[in-house]
């Protein structure tokens, strides 16, 4: 049975992942973060650790959104060329309000995964599009603005309907130029 470089056997490791994994399907986050920092201990190269406790670590409210995005970035750091790593981590990103960080991270999944671009594409199109009009209005909620704050505010959202088109056009294979054409 192959080892690890700690002594630790693979299918030990494998054997101890799937186990945190379950415990996430039970709805157990705080044991499976648990079950996924010990595996880390003995494996501090496991990519898939670093991973599984990201994931776990969102339904563990005893987790910081720092902890969480360390453990993406420790996981991608180690895999760079995992598409569903940065394509999960994009959906945390976008779900936090760090919309320049999740483009990225929607950018790389595609590298990695060019036969599903179109998917991140337009996943990024998509989510930008609902919550970043959404998250600035949050921020904004109960301020006054006077009339050039509104101004400027507008020509915000539009600029945000702009880059969500861009991608989703880019999700079709239709550059902003192609797309004027048609119209």
Known sequence: MARRNDGVQMA?????????????????????????????????????AYFGKAEAAI??????VDEVIACYKKALDIDQKNPMYWSSYAVYLIEQGKFDEAENAYN?????????ARYYFSEFGVEYALRAPASM??????????????????????????????????SIDLTDADAKKLL
């Open 137 to 170: 209005r949050g921020f904004l909620e109960g301020k006054e603005l006077d009339d050039q704050m509104k101004v400027a505010l507008q020509k915000k959202e539009e600029n945000i309907r702009k880059k969500a088109l861009h991608y989703l056009l880019k």
């Open 12 to 48: 030990d490791i494998d054997r101890e992942i799937g186990e945190a994994q379950d415990l996430m399907a039970a709805g157990d986050f705080p044991g499976a973060v648990k079950r996924f920092t010990k595996i880390i201990k003995a494996n501090p190269n496991s990519a898939e």
């Open 108 to 116: 790389k999944a595609a590298e990695a995964d060019p036969d599903n």
């Open 59 to 64: 339904g563990d409210a005893g987790v910081s």
